[in-house]
């Protein structure tokens, strides 16, 4: 499985970005995937996470910091997740990386099996 995240980019506080990540490979595999972000000196955190196939598909989980502003949906015809980002803030800015899960659903950022380069997204006030 590969992903290839894209649509990170500069915005002022208050504005909006759309994160898509696309998956290829060997994506039947996959039941679930999802959104970290890490700033410099930072861990890696969870922003979101959405399962992609069965009985649960579209079922997801934000981290409280997003919930309220960040939409993460999916189109599985097309492998792919996005991160609808508004009302950003300073604090929102990070690399943020998209990531699979063979198992299903989950916030441990070591459960996940794939990784994505990661995207910047820069947020000035």
């Known amino acids: 499985v590969q992903l290839q995240a894209s649509g990170g980019g500069s915005v002022q506080a208050g504005g909006s970005l759309r994160l898509s990540c696309v998956a290829s490979g060997s994506t039947y595999l996959i039941n679930a995937m999802g959104w970290y972000r890490q700033a410099p000196g930072k861990q890696r955190d969870l922003v979101a996470t959405?399962?992609?196939?069965?009985?649960?598909?579209?079922?997801?989980k934000y981290a409280d910091p997003v919930k309220g502003r960040f939409i993460i949906d999916r189109d599985s015809a097309k492998n792919t997740i996005s991160l609808q980002m508004n009302d950003l803030k300073p604090e929102d800015s990070a690399v943020y990386y998209c990531?699979?899960?063979?198992?299903?659903?989950?916030?441990?950022?070591?459960?996940?099996?794939?990784w994505g380069q990661g995207t910047l997204v820069t947020v000035s006030s």
């Open positions: 990531a699979a899960n063979l198992e299903g659903l989950t916030t441990v950022a070591s459960m996940y099996d794939y």
């Open positions: 959405i399962t992609t196939a069965g009985p649960s598909e579209g079922r997801t």
